[in-house]
């Protein structure tokens, strides 16, 4: 990842899709239209500048977002708008793909620390200071030619290509300590430093208690998104070197061992999409995994999960060296079957990675479950069973079962055969 040296100047034509061009030429025609000023900021300007895509469109509007994102639906097919008056912000959702986030540009003031913020409309120079990192308080004006000067108060710039993240202001940590845990998320993901005085800010932050300010839900929502980052093994190396792991649970460990893990799942990324796995949670159930089991409970009540997926999850997660020897042992489609479908798909694709290169004949069976007998469907149904003189009875499940386990195991019979069997 290289900043070009000295360029200050983006063409937005070299930048972005056609898709999003046709976005901010609309964007440009109701900004000109009201006689308020756009930009785009934040992650998108720094993506840019690293010659990263981002998917998330960030807009300041010096002047009301609000009554903007209204005037802007009129002319782009967006599936809705959502306005929040108290932060004068709103959300265009223009299709499961695309959001944009316009906000009013304004300064922030906190009653407290940690509270959330007091809105004031401001200049897009005071925005881009109540900003978090230098990095990301960058601006492009959307205008004319789309051919735009960064706009950077701050040295953005200089610090992406110094690799370093920075604060714009002393009290940046007191003021939102989820940034904290942001600042090791974006260092992490961009191999990147953090700035010296960052560096004690932080360090401060983190031993006068800052994160202990935060209200859970917002700290287990900082967590959630570093765990869900694509290579997220940098950052919560950095988690556990400034003890902020210890927030979810001071028992928690992150070894050797357990970096090795997070290390093979980042490679099975692929996994998460085709099994709809929420990515965050594997990687949690990988730092949870040396707790006790009351320990390992009080953490997922702590994240608020359900009497039945703790009951579902502590089963998997406490019990996986046993699984594993169980599935050592075993064979047939419906033995893999009964063991592996009373466990979360999450510890599943847990146990497939560490039984890869250790015991590879488990892993096979892990890999045949996931895409050969997970989903597999029933030929033989209730209707069949009256059909053939089976009455409907107390064991009348238990037959259905047994049908079922016989095409597990007999994958091509038709049903006909399965009947007759
Ligand atoms: N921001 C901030 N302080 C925070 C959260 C966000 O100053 N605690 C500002 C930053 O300028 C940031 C922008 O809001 O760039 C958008 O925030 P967000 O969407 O969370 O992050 P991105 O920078 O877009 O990064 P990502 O690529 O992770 O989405």
């Known amino acids: 990842?290289?900043?070009?040296?000295?360029?200050?100047i983006i063409d937005l034509k070299e930048v972005f899709s056609t898709e999003l061009l046709v976005l901010l030429k609309k964007i440009e025609i109701v900004s000109k239209k009201r006689g308020e000023r756009v930009f785009l900021v934040?992650?998108?300007?720094?993506?840019?500048l690293l010659g990263i895509w981002s998917k998330d469109i960030d807009i300041v509007v010096e002047g009301d977002a609000i009554n903007f994102s209204l005037e802007l639906k009129k002319t782009i097919d967006a599936e809705k708008v959502i306005t929040?008056?108290?932060f004068k912000t709103a959300v265009l959702v223009i299709d499961s793909k695309i959001k944009i986030d316009l906000a009013s540009s304004r300064v922030e003031y906190y009653e407290y620390p940690a509270s959330l913020p007091i809105v004031e409309n401001s200049t897009i120079k005071e925005d881009m200071y109540r900003r978090d990192f230098t990095i990301n308080s960058m601006a492009l004006e959307i205008e004319g030619n789309f051919s735009s000067e960064v706009i950077d108060f701050y040295n953005g710039q200089e610090d992406l290509k110094n690799k370093k993240i920075k604060v714009l202001h002393n009290l940046s940590f007191i003021d939102d300590p989820t940034r904290i845990i942001r600042a090791l998320r974006?260092?992490?993901r961009y191999k990147f430093d953090l700035e010296k005085k960052t560096e004690i800010l932080l360090k401060d932050g983190i031993s006068e208690g800052y994160l202990k300010k935060l209200s859970w839900p917002?700290?287990?929502q900082e967590f959630k998104i570093l765990f869900d980052e694509k290579n997220s093994m940098r950052a919560i190396c950095l988690l556990d070197k400034y003890n902020i792991l210890e927030e979810i649970h001071p028992m928690i460990k992150c070894n050797e061992k357990t970096l090795e893990k997070i290390k093979?799942?980042?490679k099975v990324g692929k996994f998460f999409e085709i099994f709809k796995i929420e990515k965050w949670l594997i990687i949690f159930f990988i730092l949870l995994e040396n707790l006790e089991?009351?320990?390992?409970n009080q953490v997922l009540i702590k994240f608020d999960f359900t009497n039945k997926q703790i009951k579902k999850y502590n089963y998997g997660i406490l019990k996986k060296t046993e699984i594993l020897e169980k599935i050592k042992k075993i064979d047939l489609n419906s033995e893999i079957y009964i063991i592996l479908n009373k466990i979360s798909i999450e510890t599943i694709v847990i146990l497939m990675v560490e039984s890869q290169n250790s015991d590879e004949e488990s892993y096979r069976k892990i890999k045949k479950y996931l895409f050969e007998i997970k989903d597999v469907k029933p030929k033989i149904r209730g209707e069949d069973l009256i059909k053939k003189g089976i009455k409907?009875?107390?064991?009348?499940?238990?037959k259905l079962n047994y049908y079922f386990m016989l095409q597990l195991d007999n994958i091509h019979l038709k049903k006909i055969e399965l009947l007759n069997f």
């Open 1 to 8: 990842m290289e900043v070009l040296e000295g360029i200050k």
């Open 42 to 48: 934040g992650g998108i300007v720094r993506d840019s």
């Open 84 to 86: 929040y008056e108290k």
């Open 186 to 188: 974006f260092a992490g």
């Open 218 to 220: 917002r700290l287990k």
């Open 264 to 266: 093979k799942i980042e």
């Open 293 to 296: 089991k009351n320990e390992f």
């Open 392 to 398: 409907p009875n107390k064991f009348f499940k238990s």
